[in-house]
């Protein structure tokens, strides 16, 4: 692992990464932060249905373990509070799924009131077992980047490297795909052509693709529509007049100083510089033969899957849906 490339002032990489990218160094780096984080473990806790308050006593009581080496193996995360609950975590990467772990450890529980089996796997794993009186939960590691991804955490540095962790090191096979909002701002439309940026409301959560749909009103030479898409390469909050402390953050979503020169000189359009901004800094865009628009017309269930009259914040389509689109306006 390159730890500093040359010519950057710091490295790029946080403490999580020096774990690696499997199965273990996840379920560490988690177990970490749950350990450090009173406020992420509480939340957790609550996540799963375990009512316990968020005290400077339970979080003492309270045990984390990884690794634990036990008769019926070794599990990856265990929390316990004596006399009140006792957590077996099964962690799972990629297209890996839960199969003998189902039953592996039911006899590993300890005699605590709540004993409860969780299974945060790479893709939603919908199986639903009950075994007398342990509890089954099948999560997914896009439900914990979610659940953490939120503004109670959007200034904990530690938070927001683990999130940046998942992210980077970790493919989700359910993220969010494809974001279209409404673009008719000319200044915003201008900051998206020739800059490559988008700039939002403080936002939280992470599309891989950003496809701006321009309206009638900006009457673009392109025409109404969905007319291009953009790979999100990354997505930083902050106020324009500190982008340049930012070059480093930079580095890590391009090598091109070109773009990241572009990137910066996007956000500094900026004339409201003390307001906290997210910006979503895109790769070039592919151009679509034909724009792609809203479903019309009033009847019931018009839109599903896809886009119709307003379109919601935070609006994201699968590339599945995406792809219908463009066959159905090519066979017009």
Not at 12 to 33: H, I, R
Not at 307 to 325: D, G, L, Q, Y
Request: proline share 2%; hydrophobic share 35%; net charge positive.
């Amino acid at each position: 692992m390159k730890i500093k490339e040359k010519n950057l002032r710091k490295s790029p990489l946080n403490q999580f990464e020096l774990l690696g990218a499997n199965e273990v160094g996840l379920s560490k780096a988690f177990a970490f932060l749950m350990g450090k984080e009173p406020n992420v473990l509480y939340k957790f806790l609550r996540y799963i249905n375990i009512s316990t308050k968020n005290t400077a006593n339970n979080f003492c009581a309270t045990s984390i373990e990884v690794e634990r080496k036990r008769d019926e193996g070794r599990t990856d995360i265990e929390i316990k509070q004596k006399g009140k609950y006792h957590i077996i975590i099964e962690s799972k990467i990629g297209s890996n799924k839960i199969r003998r772990q189902r039953t592996q450890y039911l006899n590993s529980f300890e005699n605590e009131r709540k004993k409860v089996l969780c299974f945060i796997t790479g893709i939603n794993d919908f199986n639903k077992e009950l075994h007398d009186d342990i509890e089954i939960y099948n999560l997914s590691w896009l439900e914990i980047e979610d659940l953490l991804d939120s503004k109670e955490f959007y200034r904990n540095k530690l938070v927001q490297d683990f999130i940046n962790f998942i992210k980077k090191g970790y493919k989700m096979r359910e993220q969010k795909e494809i974001l279209v909002q409404d673009l008719g701002n000319e200044k915003e439309i201008q900051r998206y052509k020739k800059n490559q940026v988008y700039r939002r409301d403080l936002v939280f959560g992470s599309p891989l693709y950003f496809a701006p749909y321009f309206t009638r009103k900006a009457a673009m030479e392109e025409g109404e529509g969905i007319a291009y898409l953009s790979k999100v390469l990354g997505i930083l909050s902050l106020k324009s007049k500190d982008i340049d402390n930012y070059t480093d953050e930079l580095t890590k979503f391009s090598d091109s100083k070109s773009l990241r020169d572009k990137w910066i000189n996007g956000v500094k359009r900026d004339k409201e510089i003390n307001t906290v901004f997210t910006y979503f800094f895109l790769d070039a865009p592919l151009k679509l033969r034909n724009p792609l628009k809203k479903d019309e017309g009033r009847e019931k269930g018009r839109g599903k899957n896809w886009i119709a009259a307003m379109i919601p914040k935070n609006r994201c389509v699968s590339f599945k849906e995406f792809a219908k689109r463009i066959i159905e306006v090519e066979n017009k």
